[in-house]
């Protein structure tokens, strides 16, 4: 009851009230138990609520939705929460990691072909191989113009 209810307690049970385990949670609590996730935590719920949704998403968001507002109630049930926080940071974590990479994949390839790596690859390429690559690409240079 105390979960629907945070005042029960206090008015009602006034020996659970009086264990510490059963007081409302501290916001230096969160920043100790749960580190540097709870920076991910807001990045997780967008990735899990808005990009790319499915059932399991939401089952997840359902979930650190609801542990969050209990562990507000209780700093017992901060450990219902730290599962959900683990999985939503992992996910905001795994996101925002492909993007990294994509990003610098794009940066690190743009431009290859006028590179010098590129030029000294066509020269190590068979003397029929290069010929052919060479001739295909003026091809596609001239159609370009013409376009």
């Known amino acids: 009851m105390t979960l629907i209810d945070p005042t029960y307690a206090k008015k009602y ?3 659970i009230a009086s264990v510490s385990e059963h007081q409302p ?23 899990v609520l808005v990009h790319k949704m499915t059932l399991g998403k939401l089952f997840i968001a359902m979930y650190g939705v609801l542990a969050t507002y209990f562990s507000c109630v ?4 901060m450990l219902v929460l730290a599962p959900c926080v683990c999985i939503i940071a992992a996910i905001a974590v795994s996101e925002l990691m492909v993007k990294a990479a994509k990003s610098i994949r ?3 390839t743009q431009g290859f072909e006028d590179s010098p ?18 001739a295909s690409s003026k091809g596609k240079k001239g159609s370009k113009s013409k376009a």
């Open 106 to 108: 794009v940066y690190l």
């Open 25 to 47: 949670t501290s916001w230096s609590s969160y920043f100790f138990d749960l580190g540097y996730l709870i920076v991910f935590m807001p990045i997780g719920f967008y990735y």
């Open 117 to 134: 790596a590129a030029v000294s690859a066509e020269d190590t390429k068979p003397s029929g191989a290069s010929s052919q690559t060479s």
């Open 13 to 15: 049970v006034p020996i």
């Open 74 to 77: 209780m700093i017992r049930l």
